[in-house]
């Protein structure tokens, strides 16, 4: 037990309350679970343990903390430890943020239509298994609260369990998630060593040899990647975000997420000791794939919260390629571009869990306004939901990194690292980051194309159904939910530099050096990578550019302008057709995509069925696509699993002395195993 | 010095240029044309070698080159064709897409293993290694691409080309050894040539499919 | 004091004079087009009475559209403005060059393409769609390209920031040329995809399946369809500004040289502009629009050469140090 202060420091006192307020939150609801009062008073339980845990958690990222103790608890001699630093007070702020903002949400559920004993009780409980995670100190406290927030995050998937998609997502979410952890165990197994210390620090101490340590990077990825969503695992990701209840989607695919990242993260910076530079070369290869792949899924979905939950799996995909430059630069001893590609990682999860969950917050009130959530029967919600589509396309603009929101900062950052490329002594590493860049910069114009898309669908155009037409503004709760995810999209994206200059002691602790410090730059909120002289970013210049090249304009033609506007019908070369069936359906906006680049990755084929003239039949267009991860990784594995069970069936019929015997000679086989091993 | 650097690397890059119009080209008078251009590039390049080297029997090569392969080979390829009457759009087993993004991988593999094997060679060498490495993988790739049996013979006359250019780089390789190579393809033009008239004689089709067909594969 | 009040004058003067001289680049283009054709074309002078007519007509707006529709040409103007007036023209080293490095313009591009696919949706006519769709498609492919030129730019001259990229390049030696040249072919594509000219788009067509730009903004007229064509312009000056200062910098007033050098700069600048609108006139004229799904394979070829280019670099680098 080296290095462990087990002084309290007052943030982790804080941060612990607010962890044993969502204790109770869930204790409370669970007892109550009849009362729709009692469930109701869930969500400002938790906006006040949020609020707490999200303070308590920047105070400690801010002071760079080192704090935590050991409880006698869990597993004998081993005890359990409870740890806070700067990493985890990190992604604590994310997670906390999060619930704060769901919890807002919650707030303006419909109590009579919306509250159920099967949510309520499950979303404090939940938030604080998150927590849990983020604060355990050593693999056992670690394992154990991943299991939890697997458990607590699968019964909300089911929570509307008559509907047989949803149970089919929380079957196959149940299974990745115990393989998940599986590979985890056995991740922190190689990690502890014949020592089989699992305390953080004792890990830390001594570092595996580079045979287990591979081990464990696979072990690890699989885990960790697995539960955030990674290509080819990704599959089970947007069956189960989008059965959850809306606000729950944006914690799982928001929030979650991240925690994943942040094990990765522990794991792989922390506790597995000097990095080798072909640690990186799975995360490039994996991350930059399933990039470009979770985007293709997302642009050809017809589903809007499966194309947010294939966005994250994107968006998974340029943490992945963060975290792999990372590596990769801190391996090569480029300790300054290794800063700039962890900064544009860890900014990048804040980002993302910001402006994820404010798309799933829209999209579930879009969902509750129209009762739908496929793309053929919504459009034109702009005139009847305002505000929310407002803030839905602050969202879209920053998940498709478009200046000056808060995606583009990361995005930013992550280029710069790519550009540094070239400096890898290493040359598959050097020959791999051309490449690497152009496929993130396939991934952000696919995100640009997806969002056109799915806000012009959504929002845009005419309604496509009569619940679309009839479709009410969401409730007042919700809208300050969105408002507050919006103005920190915005935030972010501003004040990039700042929100650099708070995270500069992790960027030390993970890369090895900070970023350049605020104040390089020619104003004190320029974001710069590397020196000043080599790359700029300076958000606040550019928008105050913007406004006033936008009141110029909106001056200067006003001025000479006639300003009379006559309505009239669209125009549309003259023939406007009064069917909103002639619109653009998300399906042909997709096509050109489709066809440049789905016959490759999804095998697409299209088949014409048209009938002769004379004969009255319909005619008929087809398109097949294959989804080559699920049919390869999932279902084949499933059948073979399927049939094995059946072989297995036979088993359970047999007499006691037949059970004897096969207990028997397995005890044998052991033995003959131990024999001659040792 | 850094002068000579500067034209043999502009040259072989517009060599590597060339490979790939080959592998996106996909009308046969157009292949011809890029091939007749990457033969007289060729030609520059072991000429320029010859001049700042000083080695005078370089630029028999060169000549022959430039001879050969940017004008006897592509004109008479050019007759054939009219005669053959072949002078239509050339199909591709793989998209021109998926072959470009190959050519690429393929390109940097080359690079990156020359460049890394040869650490501790002269600059001049590694270079043309490098290069030429990557011509004539793109030459295999577009053999492989191609069915047509007059573009297949392109491909490997540019795959030709990249092994010139290699053995130009190394120091001290005989002239014999050119002028055999040279030779050899010269003979091998004409062996292709007798069977793509063979092919044309019996199927009406320079599609090397057709042949497939008679040996009696199931495709 | 005094040099931060020039620098702030130069960086006003730039941003006026890209707005002044787009509609004349455009002119020019059109009219060496129309001469090449044997047509004695409109005068150069004639995008800006279109301007100034379409200003002073009424607009006529659908009856279902919506605020975006109407506020969209008011930020789709501003955000390619405030890219044209950051790119460096006739002196480096303005005011607020620093502001925004390539990317950043990339991404201001970006942000005003998506604004505008987005208005082509709002209405809700299929043509609008159709636009919309390509558009985005089409970006898809150009982007992958244009990362690889920044990345040669980045990797021969060790920065993004372009007034800083154009002093190297003045002074680069000429190993890099070679693999600038095959970046120049990929953005010369890429910048002919990114303008809606020929081959991916037809800038003089109207009521034809292929087209892209002109389908997104059909239901424009008046002041907004006015702002939209000046944005268009003002795309193709920054385009070709992009082009000059990466790769033919020379002539472009220096960072510390002050306003005394700014009337030679701007002369040649002019001069450029001039020539590379001339240049795409011809270019238009000599070559045939392209089915929308063969645009795949040009601006493939234009993810080729910046490839190609960055491999080059890579082994000049590699051999030499």
Redesign the interface.
């Known amino acids: 037990m080296t290095g462990v202060d087990y002084s309290t420091a007052p943030q982790l006192a804080i941060l612990l309350s607010g962890i044993l307020l969502y204790a109770v939150a869930a204790v409370f609801a669970a007892m109550f679970h009849r009362h729709k009062s009692a469930l109701a008073a869930v969500y400002p339980i938790c906006i006040i343990a949020a609020a707490v845990t999200a303070g308590a958690s920047l105070a400690a990222l801010l002071a760079d903390t080192h704090s935590g103790f050991r409880l006698p608890l869990g597993l004998p001699i081993i005890g359990l430890h409870v740890k806070l630093d700067a990493l985890s007070a990190f992604f604590s702020l994310i997670v906390n943020l999060g619930v704060l903002t769901t919890a807002i949400y919650g707030m303006g559920l419909d109590r009579d239509r919306d509250l159920s004993g099967r949510v309520e009780p499950f979303f404090p409980a939940y938030a604080l298994a998150m927590n849990l995670v983020l604060i355990a100190g050593d693999a056992f406290g670690f394992l154990f609260s991943w299991e939890l927030m697997s458990l607590t995050s699968w019964v909300l998937v089911v929570s509307h369990h008559r509907d047989a998609g949803n149970r089919h997502a929380g079957h196959v979410y149940l299974v990745m998630a115990a393989i998940g952890t599986a590979s985890l165990l056995f991740a922190f197994g190689g990690l502890a060593g014949a020592s089989g210390n699992y305390a953080f620090d004792a890990i830390r101490a001594v570092p595996p040899g580079p045979l287990v340590s591979g081990l464990v990077l696979a072990g690890a990825i699989f885990g960790a990647g697995s539960k955030a969503g990674i290509a080819p695992l990704h599959a089970w990701l947007p069956l189960a975000h989008p059965a959850a209840p809306s606000h729950v989607s944006a914690l799982m695919s928001g929030v979650m997420t991240k925690v994943a990242i942040y094990g990765l993260i522990r794991i792989v910076f922390d506790l597995l000791g000097t990095p080798v530079w072909w640690w990186a070369l799975p995360f490039l290869l994996l991350g930059a794939a399933t990039a470009v792949l979770g985007l293709l899924y997302a642009v050809l979905d017809h589903d809007l919260k499966r194309v947010l939950a294939y966005s994250t799996v994107e968006n998974i995909g340029i943490i992945f390629v963060g975290l792999g430059m990372a590596l990769a630069f801190r391996a090569s001893g480029l300790t300054a571009a290794a800063a700039v590609a962890m900064a544009a990682t860890l900014l990048h999860c804040l980002n993302h869990s910001w402006f994820k969950s404010l798309l799933f917050l829209g999209a579930g009130a879009v969902l509750h306004a129209t009762g739908r959530r496929d793309f053929d029967g919504l459009g034109g919600l702009i005139h009847r939901m305002p505000v929310t589509a407002a803030f839905w396309l602050v969202g879209a603009m920053s998940i498709s990194a478009l200046p000056p929101f808060n995606g583009f900062v990361s995005e930013w950052l992550l280029f710069q690292a790519v550009l540094a490329g070239p400096q890898f002594p290493e040359p598959i590493l050097r020959f791999m980051s051309p490449a690497v860049g152009a496929m993130l910069a396939l991934a952000a114009a696919l995100a640009a194309a997806c969002f056109v898309r799915a806000f012009g669908i959504v929002y845009l155009g005419r309604p496509r159904s009569n619940e679309a037409a009839g479709a009410h503004e969401t409730a007042r709760p919700q809208q300050v939910a969105m408002a507050l995810l919006a103005g920190l999209c915005l935030l972010g994206g501003l004040f990039g530099g700042v929100m650099v200059s708070a995270i500069q002691p992790l960027l030390q602790t993970l890369a090895g050096a900070p970023l350049p410090a605020v104040g390089t730059g020619p104003t004190p909120f320029s974001l710069v990578a590397f020196d000043a002289a080599r790359s700029i970013y300076d958000a606040p210049t550019i928008t105050i550019f913007l406004l006033i090249s936008g009141t110029l304009t909106v001056m200067l033609v006003h001025r000479i302008s006639s300003r009379r506007t006559r309505l009239g019908p669209a125009w549309d070369c003259g023939f406007p057709d009064p069917s909103p069936l002639t619109q653009y359906s998300a399906s042909s906006f997709s096509q050109p995509l489709r066809r440049v680049y789905g016959s490759t990755v999804f095998g697409a084929s299209e088949t014409v069925d048209m009938p002769q003239p004379g004969d009255n039949r319909a005619a008929r267009f087809t398109v097949r696509l294959h989804d080559y991860a699920w049919e390869l990784l999932y279902a084949a594995p499933a059948r073979a699993v399927l049939k094995m069970s059946e072989r297995l069936n036979a088993l359970q019929f047999l007499t006691i002395r037949t059970y004897l015997m096969l207990m028997f000679s397995a005890l044998i086989v052991l033995l003959l195993i131990a024999a001659v091993w040792f | 010095m850094n002068h000579a650097y500067d034209v043999s690397h502009l040259l072989a890059g517009l060599m590597i240029v060339a490979s790939f119009a080959l592998l996106y080209q996909d009308r046969i008078f157009a292949v011809l044309n890029i091939f007749a251009a990457q033969a007289i590039l060729l030609s520059m390049a072991v000429g320029w070698e010859a001049w700042t080297q000083q080695r005078p029997h370089l630029f028999i090569t060169a000549a022959l080159a430039l001879g050969l392969k940017g004008i006897i080979i592509p004109v008479a390829l050019h007759k054939m064709i009219v005669r053959l009457g072949v002078h239509r759009d050339i199909d591709q087993v793989v998209g021109v897409g998926k072959t470009l993004l190959i050519g690429l991988a393929l390109t940097s593999l080359s690079l990156m293993l020359v460049l890394k094997v040869t650490a501790t060679a002269e600059s001049f060498t590694r270079e043309g290694l490098a290069l030429a490495l990557a011509i004539i993988l793109l030459g295999f790739l577009m053999m492989i691409t191609r069915r047509n049996a007059i573009t297949q013979i392109v491909g490997f006359m540019s795959l030709e080309n990249g092994l010139i250019l290699a053995a130009t780089g190394a120091r001290g390789m005989p002239l014999v050894v050119e002028v055999s190579v040279a030779f050899s393809v010269l003979i091998a033009l004409f062996v292709f040539a007798v069977f793509v008239f063979r092919i044309r004689e019996r199927f009406d089709s320079v599609d090397i499919e057709a042949l497939e067909d008679v040996r009696g594969d199931t495709k | 004091m005094r040099d931060t009040v020039i620098l702030l004058f130069g960086q006003t003067i730039q941003?006026f004079l890209v707005l002044l001289i787009a509609p004349g680049i455009a002119g020019i283009t059109r009219r060496v087009k129309a001469r090449f054709m044997r047509r004695q074309g409109a005068p150069i002078i004639q995008p800006y009475r279109d301007l100034?007519k379409l200003?002073?007509?009424?607009?006529?707006?659908?009856?279902?559209a919506?605020?975006?529709f109407r506020s969209a040409p008011?930020?789709i103007?501003?955000?390619t403005?405030?890219a044209a007036?950051?790119v460096p023209t006739f002196a480096s080293g303005l005011m607020?060059n620093?502001?925004?490095?390539a990317?950043?313009l990339v991404?201001?591009l970006?942000?005003a393409?998506?604004l505008l696919?987005?208005a082509g949706?709002?209405?809700?006519?299929?043509?609008?769609?159709?636009g919309?769709?390509?558009e985005?498609?089409i970006?898809?492919?150009?982007?992958?390209?244009?990362?690889?030129v920044?990345?040669t730019m980045?990797?021969t001259a060790?920065?993004?920031?372009l007034p800083?990229v154009a002093e190297f390049l003045i002074s680069a030696?000429?190993?890099v040329r070679?693999?600038l040249a095959?970046a120049l072919v990929a953005l010369i594509i890429v910048a002919l995809a990114e303008n809606a000219r020929i081959p991916v788009d037809n800038p003089a067509t109207?009521?034809e399946l292929t087209m892209v730009h002109e389908a997104m903004v059909?239901?424009y007229?008046?002041?907004h369809l006015?702002?939209i064509e000046m944005a268009a312009q003002l795309k193709l000056v920054l385009y070709i500004s992009l082009i000059v200062c990466l790769f033919l910098p020379f002539g472009m007033a220096p960072a510390n040289a002050g306003p005394a050098a700014w009337p030679v700069g701007m002369a040649v600048y002019l001069v450029k502009l001039v020539l590379g609108a001339a240049l795409l006139g011809a270019w238009e004229v000599s070559i045939a629009k392209m089915r929308?799904?063969r645009v795949?394979?040009f601006l493939?070829?234009a993810?080729?050469?910046a490839?190609?280019a960055?491999?080059?670099?890579?082994?000049?680098?590699?051999?030499?140090n």
Do not use: C
């Open positions: 941003m100034i200003v002073r007509k009424e607009s006529v707006v659908a009856q279902n919506s605020w975006l008011y930020a103007l501003a955000f403005w405030v007036a950051l607020f620093w502001a925004a490095d990317l950043a991404a201001l970006g942000a393409r998506a696919a987005l949706m709002d209405v809700g006519t299929s043509f609008g769609g159709i919309s769709s390509r985005m498609m970006a898809t492919l150009a982007e992958p390209a244009m990362l690889l920044l990345l980045a990797l060790g920065t993004t920031r800083e030696p000429i190993t070679v693999s095959l109207h009521l059909l239901e007229s008046g002041r006015a702002m929308v799904f795949g394979e493939g070829g993810f080729v050469f490839f190609l960055i491999l080059l670099a890579f082994v000049t680098r590699e051999v030499l």
